[in-house]
């Protein structure tokens, strides 16, 4: 099993949708969660962390359980420069507890808003 | 200001040949690292420095030696390149935190084995 698995779509939706991305990870000792955003040619940008609570950002809003090793990603209001591959990652911690910044990333789930 | 810079950002070379990718942050950061995004995607960690000391040093062939000569920088060096070195790679940087961590990229530096 994967460390790190996501849905690699691609989903297409048009303007105005609203698209759900899940992800699972196997660790269950995970320390901390992110979304990341990778445009084509470019590197990966953070796009929120995700806590606990569940936590919103504009138009976005990121869900965590941790019972199920489960995160969710929901983007309300598509735009057409939404369009991008989103990368969930986890960060594992090691045994001090540390985390020494090893993100692992899920392969990515591909989307395309069209007009 | 670049963030974080890496040169070249592209490079094409052939098989068997020794190459080099140069790195350096200035977000006065204690953590550099070096990811490889493949064909597929992926997006996998290689090393990890913080502040000049390795930390994390996943399965990667010995053909590839990091090295930081200060906590600003961090290159990586290849030897004797094979087809398979083909990809993307990376360098980030981020603050060392016990919560985690936000790592910020680089623009990538795109290496084609011919």
């Known amino acids: 099993r994967k460390e790190v698995e996501q849905d690699p779509g691609p989903f297409n939706v048009p303007e105005g949708a609203t698209v759900a991305f899940n992800c699972t990870y196997s660790n269950s000792a995970s320390q901390s969660f992110f979304w990341y955003r990778q445009d084509c040619r470019k590197e990966p940008k953070l796009l929120m962390s995700?806590?606990?609570s569940g936590n919103e950002d504009g138009r976005f809003t990121a869900q965590l359980n941790r019972a199920s090793q489960y995160i969710s990603l929901l983007i309300r209001d598509s735009k057409l420069s939404d369009s991008a591959t989103y990368l969930c990652v986890v960060n594992f911690a090691n045994a001090g507890g540390t985390s020494y910044g090893k993100l692992t990333f899920g392969q990515g789930t591909i989307l395309t808003v069209h007009p | 200001d670049t963030a974080v810079s890496q040169t070249p950002k592209y490079l094409v070379t052939q098989m068997g040949n020794d190459k080099s990718i140069k790195c350096e942050q200035n977000?006065?950061?204690?953590?550099m690292y070096w990811y490889k995004q493949d064909s597929k995607k992926f997006l996998k960690i290689m090393f990890s420095?913080?502040?000049?000391?390795?930390?994390i040093n996943e399965t990667v062939p010995n053909r590839f030696s990091p090295k930081s000569p200060d906590k600003a920088h961090l290159n990586l060096h290849i030897n004797s390149l094979e087809l398979g070195d083909s990809a993307v790679y990376f360098c980030?940087?981020?603050?060392?935190?016990?919560?985690?961590?936000?790592?910020?990229f680089g623009e990538g530096s795109w290496l084609t084995v011919v």
């Open positions: 995700v806590y606990s």
């Open positions: 977000l006065g950061h204690d953590t």
């Open positions: 420095y913080n502040n000049k000391e390795l930390i």
């Open positions: 980030a940087s981020s603050p060392l935190t016990r919560s985690g961590n936000t790592i910020y």
